[in-house]
């Protein structure tokens, strides 16, 4: 069963707001929005595993039913360099979708 990560019910932890740059917040709201776009199945929990080498940011998206990973790099900008290596969900409750590092769950 597919979720719909409804655009006007969405939500994220102060933690997120404050670490986050607004433009990866909204990067990784599309990443989701792309693959509703397409019709693709998405499973409740959305994964984000980010990683700073310094020049880049590489983003894995992933999850578990149906599986699904992809990678995108990003080029560094002012704003990215203080993103530190970190894990993100986005779940979806079918109420709201809340965008949350992984050790606040």
């Known amino acids: 069963m597919s979720y719909k990560f409804d655009y006007k019910t969405r939500y994220m932890t102060r933690g997120v707001s ?5 433009t990866l917040q909204i990067y990784l709201w599309n990443l989701i929005d792309e693959k509703l776009k397409k019709n693709e199945d998405l499973d409740y929990l959305q994964i ?9 940011l590489k983003i894995i998206h992933k999850q578990e039913e149906p ?10 900008v002012n704003e ?3 993103v ?8 979806d409750d079918r109420t709201h979708s809340t ?5 606040e769950y």
């Not at 404050?18 to 607004?22: A, F, M, N, Q």
């Not at 984000?48 to 880049?56: A, H, L, S, Y």
């Open 99 to 103: 965008m949350l590092f992984a050790e």
């Open 84 to 91: 530190k290596n970190t894990k993100i969900y986005v779940i």
């Open 80 to 82: 990215y360099v203080e």
């Open 48 to 56: 984000f595993i980010v990683k700073n080498n310094g020049r880049n």
């Open 18 to 22: 404050s670490k986050i740059p607004l």
């Open 67 to 76: 599986p699904y990973k992809n990678e995108y790099k990003l080029k560094m």
